[in-house]
């Protein structure tokens, strides 16, 4: 089963891991960006172990725009 979340800022969180959720995030700007977080998590998870965010809060996010090792990918 597939869970769908809709957002306001692109995020990565580790409860959310192995969970298949799709998210669709629209930025202040009206772009939008839909992703799969598991997906996502595998080509973030080198880089989420260094960030402090991720190591207090156990989430990564960002309100403005979809991290630069998505773009242009697929990942849905």
Request: net charge positive; with cysteine; charged share 20%.
């Amino acid at each position: 089963m597939q869970n769908s979340i809709q957002s306001k800022r692109f995020v990565i969180r580790k409860s959310l891991i192995g969970q298949n959720t799709i998210i669709e995030v629209t930025f202040k700007n009206g772009k939008t960006f839909k992703y799969n977080h598991d997906k996502a998590y595998e080509l973030m998870s080198e880089n989420l172990d260094h960030l402090s965010c991720w190591l207090k809060y156990n989430s990564y996010t960002s309100s403005t725009s979809v991290p630069k090792v998505l773009q242009n990918t697929e990942v849905i």
